[in-house]
């Protein structure tokens, strides 16, 4: 069974850094794409990141993402946070490309956590 657990979120101001991380459960972490989302209030939801399982990435502004295979683990580093970053951060995969990305799409990802909350104060 394949689960994904989020943390890292918080209340933070304007110019701070926060680091997400997303720890895998079940036979999905060596062969997936993984995706951060993005869900601000009020605005569909939004891919921010990307990374194949060969460290591939792709990103959206201040945005880092890196996996630690060791700990089966992805992390987004986000870097002078602004009001307008605020939402809900949401990892998920896609495990049916074998570890390729292939877009941002959301219905492109199977598995989904629960999210994580980042709230940017000014």
């Known amino acids: 069974q394949v689960q994904l657990v989020e943390s890292g979120g918080g209340r933070v101001h304007a110019g701070e850094s926060l680091r997400l991380s997303c720890a895998a459960s079940g036979d999905i972490y060596s062969r997936s794409c993984m995706g951060w989302f993005r869900r601000a209030p009020g605005k569909e939801r939004e891919r921010v990141a990307s990374?194949?399982?060969i460290g591939g990435t792709t990103v959206k502004g201040r945005f880092t993402v890196s996996r630690d295979n060791a700990k089966n683990t992805w992390y987004l580093q986000m870097s002078d946070l602004k009001p307008e970053d605020t939402g809900i951060y949401y990892c998920a995969v896609d495990s049916r490309a074998a570890g390729q990305c292939r877009g941002g799409e959301a219905s492109l990802f199977q598995y989904w956590g629960p999210g994580t909350e980042v709230t940017v104060s000014s």
């Open positions: 990374i194949s399982s």
